[in-house]
């Protein structure tokens, strides 16, 4: 019997000491062949190292089930738990552990069934022969696996997903393989030579294993007859409107595919043999009531492949509302504005003139012209992902074509494909994209009058903001090559007349090519910005790309969703100048959703994204027309829930919209609704970054949990044990993870492994409003130390003022504090940037060190040209000294005459809109009455909001308890901290203030949730509470004078 003859070897090769793993994997490919006839069983060593199981089980080239095999000894239990077993039963159906003793059958992730032939004791085998009929049985019933039936598209997507992400894990060690004929890492060095720069290994399985998953999932819904499907058959079943995919899948149906990845290509194909996806997709699509079931399933699958990876990408799945209501817009503008009847179905031609081959010395291009007939209305996708947009476009054109079927397909050919195109850099997303028009294209009844030479979908697979790469080198580099030249030809030469779709969101682009880098200085001329960085954005890439089409082709549309950051970030001003020069008539459907801003409705209740996504977008629709016009702005806000939104895109379209008009003024040209009345007088007052010579941001830790604290004796015994760990420690990464600690450019052990704990250097930190903390104040250990403007706080003798450049938080303005210590970069809350610094002295440099900066003499940090400004207009001079009588003034005085300027209500609301987009502007005094009045208010509130009055307590806290801080709520007056104790007779005005964007009576309360407040703390709040009444009451007094004096109001 073969299982006896087994057993009996295991034992010779134990006995005589012959015995390792590999040892046993004979034997038990001979058992195996002996008890299932027609079955392969591979044991391929390299295939193992990538990830694969030790034997893959095949019958006529398809995989039946997989083995892990371990050495003898080895605790199966463990194993069992191990991560690699996991992740096959994650993704591998019929799967047998084993450590060829015992043999564990698993399937679909649950384990059915263990078996025993033999026992281990004390050298020796306990042969369990009462087992080898069930053995035998069970591996009859193994070999003969027919799979899972799948009869829902949520359950072929996740096995997709499941088998996809073990791909990806393949893909990847096998391209960590040292081997020189490795054909995978030459597809990779050529991917990142042509699409993407910045690829790594990592991500290039990703996209790898999704390209191969989809294009076997394109290659099954083209096969009539699905009994026979395999890898090999998957390429003629490819559409020949797709030549990459096709190259692709003659690699991975043929011999050439590494034999390390081939068995999980296989493994796949299964799946989709055993699937009927046009009835699976069908109920799909009934199912979610969705008009794309391809998108949607592509969705489902991602949320089981990578959810954080379908986060990341949600943006480029644009609403069908959303699409629909562009491509409606841009029919309606094309039939309106240029007098094309048929909308985007217009078929016209023109005569331009075309680039050869050939060179030509005398032609201002260098190549010989020629003339070229081609259709006028050519529409660009340039980041086309899954084809939405384009396919929303032909469904619109088919509408029009009711009554007239029989001439759709001959139009089709003729007149749709010749110039529908698209662009797109992922390659799941283009097989995607191509397979969806290729369906749709069918379901409208459009058929090839010639398979063989049929015409393919001008979607290429290209990165949309460079140029094509002229150089091949390998095969698969060749055929990308081929896809960015073929899209160079429609870059250079084609008239694009409509650019469409939803550009991709990336502050920081990888797009870095010199030529939309050279576009892109139109937007960034003259602005004289610290931080550009935000104009290198990929959707501002995007707009620059397709107005430079628009601008070439001397007329057409731009219709794009994006980022709405560009209509009045200041900033993005010269971008806004830019389009203005280059359109005639601009349409903003602010769509808003940002909930960075808080923004709410007219009614006050929340705004809804149209995306998952944080940041707020809007529908802009650019139109260039030949003649010269004075440019008109169109602008909308549309508040509400996501729902709404959606109904309203789907109810309106340009004509129905109460646009309101805008006129965009030099030197913003916003995109909005902005109050500017006031902007003559406005400008004539000092800017605060004129004021303050030097000022800079908050510091930016990146590490605030490790190095900053509330408790001083804690951030001590944490730094000090950290600095001892890595004086001990071999492995200073292990520390670093202790403490959760990531390192990076600014951060890196090797830069303080020498240092020890330095008590000196814990200093004060203003860490929120009123929320003052502790730092260990290292350079070494903070990546944003801002040591030019903090060295001058060190010492807590100095004034700081606290300031935002910009805002666009959902409140009043409120962005002004005084500190007497260093700030952290987020004292106050914005999505337009970090707090400002202004400190009020500035200590001279090369002294001293910058621990003994209290040695050293301090000036000014004022600018003269303000001082001689507020001399001339007061008749007092300025002395650089404290002040004992009013004969002079100091820096003192002047700071406390602008605190209370940034505090008057009228000021604040008369000057809302300027007050966000740049540093406030501060009037000179009237007078010289007005001026010390104003002096005196300011100085009050320097004093309130430091701390240093000692005004009596306003309310209490009356009742005893253990002081946790479990709950937060306002009612009547008292501030419940948990069920028992609250604090009484708190003013709602103090409950409801803004300071930096904070509710700090809240604010304060929300970061000690779930701790005890000691003594100090109690009494701490109490004073804030009397700080906020006390601040509202002289912001009033601010106004009286300010009225008394005719000034600003």
């Known amino acids: 019997m073969p299982i006896q003859e087994y057993v009996k070897q295991i034992q010779h090769r134990l006995t005589f000491g012959v015995a390792t793993e590999h040892s046993y994997r004979g034997d038990l490919q001979s058992l195996l062949s002996q008890l299932v006839e027609g079955i392969v069983i591979t044991n391929e060593p390299k295939r193992q190292k990538c990830g694969a199981p030790d034997y893959i089980i095949h019958r006529k080239e398809v995989p039946l089930g997989y083995i892990e095999a371990k050495n003898i000894g080895i605790d199966l239990d463990k194993a069992e738990k191990s991560e690699q077993l996991k992740r096959y039963l994650r993704s591998l159906d019929n799967l047998i552990l084993s450590d060829y003793l015992e043999f564990r059958f698993?399937?679909?992730?649950?384990?059915?069934?263990?078996?025993?032939?033999?026992?281990?004791?004390?050298?020796?085998?306990?042969?369990?022969?009462?087992?080898?009929?069930?053995?035998?049985?069970?591996?009859?019933?193994?070999?003969?696996?027919?799979?899972?039936?799948?009869?829902?598209?949520?359950?072929?997507?996740?096995?997709?997903?499941?088998?996809?992400?073990?791909?990806?894990?393949?893909?990847?060690?096998?391209?960590?393989?040292?081997?020189?004929?490795?054909?995978?890492?030459?597809?990779?060095y050529a991917f990142r030579k042509i699409l993407i720069h910045d690829l790594d290994e990592k991500t290039f399985s990703d996209i790898y294993a999704q390209?191969?998953?989809?294009?076997?999932?394109?290659?099954?819904?083209?096969?009539?007859?699905?009994?026979?499907?395999?890898?090999?058959?998957?390429?003629?079943?490819?559409?020949?409107?797709?030549?990459?995919?096709?190259?692709?899948?003659?690699?991975?149906?043929?011999?050439?595919?590494?034999?390390?990845?081939?068995?999980?290509?296989?493994?796949?194909?299964?799946?989709?043999?055993?699937t009927n996806l046009h009835s699976i997709l069908s109920d799909f699509g009934k199912a979610t009531a969705q008009n794309d079931p391809f998108l949607h399933f592509y969705e489902t699958f991602l949320s089981a492949y990578d959810p954080k990876l379908r986060r990341s990408r949600g943006v480029y799945y644009t609403p069908e509302p959303v699409v629909n209501f562009i491509v409606r817009a841009v029919d309606e503008v094309l039939k309106d504005e240029f007098s094309l009847e048929k909308g985007l179905a217009e078929n016209r031609k023109i005569t331009i003139k075309y680039n050869s081959d050939e060179p030509d010395k005398r032609s201002k291009t260098g190549y010989k012209?020629?003339?070229?007939?081609?259709?006028?209305?050519?529409?660009?996708?340039?980041?086309?992902?899954?084809?939405?947009?384009?396919?929303?476009?032909?469904?619109?054109?088919?509408?029009?074509?009711?009554?007239?079927?029989?001439?759709?397909?001959?139009?089709?050919?003729?007149?749709?494909?010749?110039?529908?195109?698209?662009?797109?850099?992922?390659?799941?997303?283009?097989?995607?994209?191509?397979?969806?028009?290729?369906?749709?294209?069918?379901?409208?009844?459009?058929?090839?009058?010639?398979?063989?030479?049929?015409?393919?979908?001008?979607?290429?697979?290209?990165?949309?903001?460079?140029?094509?790469?002229?150089?091949?080198?390998?095969?698969?580099?060749?055929?990308?090559?081929?896809?960015?030249?073929e899209a160079n030809y429609l870059k250079r030469d084609t008239p694009v007349m409509v650019v469409i779709g939803n550009p991709p969101y990336s502050v920081s682009s990888a797009n870095k090519s010199k030529w939309i880098e050279g576009l892109l200085t139109d937007y960034k001329k003259d602005l004289n910005e610290k931080n550009i960085n935000p104009l290198s954005d990929d959707y501002l890439k995007f707009i620059r790309f397709g107005q430079h089409f628009i601008d070439k082709n001397g007329e057409g549309i731009l219709a794009y969703i994006s980022n709405n950051s560009f209509i009045d970030g200041l900033i993005h001003r010269q971008a806004r100048k830019n389009i203005l020069e280059s359109f005639n008539k601009i349409y903003i459907l602010d769509l808003h959703g940002n909930s960075n801003r808080q923004e709410k409705t007219l009614k006050g209740d929340k705004d809804e994204n149209v995306f998952d996504i944080k940041q707020g977008v809007s529908i802009n629709i650019f139109i260039k027309k030949k003649r010269s016009e004075r440019t008109k702005i169109y602008h909308y806000d549309c508040f509400g829930k996501r729902?709404?939104?959606?109904?309203?895109?789907?109810?309106?379209?340009?004509?129905?919209?109460?646009?309101?008009?805008?006129?965009?003024?030099?030197?913003?040209?916003?995109?909005?609704?902005?109050?500017?009345?006031?902007?003559?007088?406005?400008?004539?007052?000092?800017?605060?970054?004129?004021?303050?010579?030097?000022?800079?941001?908050?510091?930016?830790?990146?590490?605030?949990?490790?190095?900053?604290?509330?408790?001083?004796?804690?951030?001590?015994?944490?730094?000090?044990?950290?600095?001892?760990?890595?004086?001990?420690?071999?492995?200073?990464?292990?520390?670093?993870?202790?403490?959760?600690?990531?390192?990076?450019?600014?951060?890196?052990?090797?830069?303080?492994?020498?240092?020890?704990?330095?008590?000196?250097?814990?200093?004060?930190?203003?860490?929120?409003?009123?929320?003052?903390?502790?730092?260990?104040?290292?350079?070494?250990?903070?990546?944003?130390?801002?040591?030019?403007?903090?060295?001058?706080?060190?010492?807590?003798?100095?004034?700081?003022?606290?300031?935002?450049?910009?805002?666009?938080?959902?409140?009043?303005y409120c962005y002004t504090l005084l500190s007497k210590n260093m700030i952290e970069s987020r004292v106050f809350v914005s999505n337009k940037g970090m707090a400002s610094f202004a400190p009020l002295y500035i200590r001279e440099k090369g002294e001293v060190s910058l621990l003994d900066s209290k040695q050293s003499?301090?000036?000014?940090?004022?600018?003269?040209?303000?001082?001689?400004?507020?001399?001339?207009?007061?008749?007092?001079?300025?002395?650089?000294?404290?002040?004992?009588?009013?004969?002079?003034?100091?820096?003192?005085?002047?700071?406390?005459?602008?605190?209370?300027?940034?505090?008057?209500?009228?000021?604040?609301?008369?000057?809302?809109?300027?007050?966000?987009?740049?540093?406030?502007?501060?009037?000179?005094?009237?007078?010289?009455?007005?001026?010390?009045?104003?002096?005196?208010?300011?100085?009050?509130?320097?004093?309130?909001?430091?701390?240093?009055?000692?005004?009596?307590?306003?309310?209490?806290?009356?009742?005893?308890?253990?002081?946790?801080?479990?709950?937060?709520?306002?009612?009547?007056?008292?501030?419940?901290?948990?069920?028992?104790?609250?604090?009484?007779?708190?003013?709602?005005?103090?409950?409801?203030?803004?300071?930096?964007?904070?509710?700090?009576?809240?604010?304060?309360?929300?970061?000690?949730?779930?701790?005890?407040?000691?003594?100090?703390?109690?009494?701490?709040?109490?004073?804030l509470i009397v700080c906020l009444k006390e601040s509202d009451d002289w912001m009033q007094k601010v106004d009286e004078v300010l009225e008394m004096n005719s000034m600003i109001i």
């Not at 202790?738 to 330095?758: A, T």
């Open 643 to 812: 729902k709404d939104k959606y109904d309203f895109l789907r109810k309106n379209g340009l004509k129905s919209i109460g646009w309101k008009n805008i006129n965009a003024k030099a030197p913003y040209f916003f995109f909005v609704p902005n109050e500017t009345s006031h902007l003559t007088d406005y400008k004539g007052y000092f800017p605060l970054n004129r004021i303050f010579l030097t000022i800079n941001s908050g510091i930016k830790t990146h590490r605030d949990h490790f190095i900053i604290d509330k408790s001083k004796k804690n951030l001590e015994t944490r730094i000090r044990s950290f600095f001892e760990k890595m004086e001990h420690s071999k492995y200073p990464s292990e520390v670093l993870e202790d403490f959760k600690l990531v390192e990076n450019v600014y951060f890196n052990h090797s830069k303080f492994k020498e240092d020890s704990f330095d008590s000196s250097l814990i200093k004060k930190i203003t860490y929120r409003p009123f929320d003052d903390r502790y730092i260990y104040y290292s350079t070494k250990l903070i990546d944003r130390h801002r040591s030019d403007i903090m060295e001058n706080m060190l010492e807590g003798d100095n004034f700081g003022l606290c300031l935002m450049r910009q805002y666009s938080y959902g409140c009043d």
């Open 369 to 485: 012209q020629i003339d070229k007939e081609v259709h006028q209305l050519q529409i660009l996708d340039p980041a086309t992902g899954t084809g939405t947009f384009l396919s929303e476009t032909i469904k619109l054109i088919h509408k029009r074509f009711q009554g007239q079927e029989g001439a759709w397909s001959s139009y089709v050919e003729e007149d749709l494909i010749p110039r529908i195109n698209g662009f797109e850099i992922l390659m799941a997303s283009y097989t995607m994209c191509h397979l969806k028009v290729e369906r749709l294209l069918k379901e409208t009844g459009y058929r090839p009058k010639d398979e063989k030479s049929q015409n393919r979908l001008k979607v290429y697979l290209t990165n949309t903001l460079e140029e094509a790469h002229p150089d091949t080198g390998t095969l698969f580099a060749s055929w990308l090559s081929r896809e960015s030249t």
């Open 211 to 274: 390209t191969i998953a989809y294009g076997l999932f394109a290659a099954r819904l083209n096969d009539g007859n699905g009994n026979d499907f395999s890898r090999l058959e998957a390429r003629e079943l490819i559409s020949k409107s797709n030549p990459f995919l096709r190259n692709l899948f003659d690699y991975i149906s043929g011999v050439q595919l590494d034999e390390r990845v081939s068995w999980i290509v296989d493994d796949l194909a299964d799946i989709f043999r055993a």
């Open 857 to 1023: 003499r301090r000036t000014h940090n004022l600018s003269s040209e303000f001082i001689r400004d507020v001399e001339s207009e007061i008749k007092i001079p300025f002395r650089d000294t404290e002040r004992n009588d009013k004969s002079f003034f100091s820096a003192l005085d002047l700071l406390d005459y602008i605190y209370s300027i940034l505090h008057s209500p009228s000021y604040r609301k008369k000057y809302i809109d300027l007050l966000k987009i740049d540093f406030p502007r501060i009037p000179l005094p009237k007078d010289t009455k007005s001026f010390w009045e104003l002096v005196s208010i300011g100085s009050q509130l320097r004093k309130i909001h430091l701390f240093e009055n000692s005004n009596p307590l306003i309310t209490t806290f009356s009742v005893s308890g253990d002081n946790s801080v479990d709950l937060i709520e306002f009612k009547d007056g008292k501030v419940w901290i948990n069920e028992f104790q609250y604090f009484d007779h708190v003013p709602e005005s103090a409950w409801n203030f803004f300071i930096g964007g904070y509710q700090p009576a809240q604010k304060w309360l929300k970061d000690r949730k779930g701790e005890t407040l000691n003594s100090e703390e109690l009494f701490h709040y109490q004073n």
């Open 106 to 188: 698993y399937r679909s992730g649950q384990k059915v069934k263990r078996i025993k032939l033999a026992s281990l004791e004390r050298g020796n085998l306990k042969v369990h022969s009462e087992n080898f009929k069930n053995f035998e049985t069970h591996i009859q019933s193994f070999c003969n696996f027919q799979g899972q039936t799948i009869d829902s598209a949520e359950k072929l997507a996740k096995m997709m997903a499941q088998k996809a992400k073990m791909m990806e894990e393949v893909l990847y060690n096998a391209l960590k393989e040292e081997d020189p004929n490795n054909s995978l890492r030459d597809q990779f």
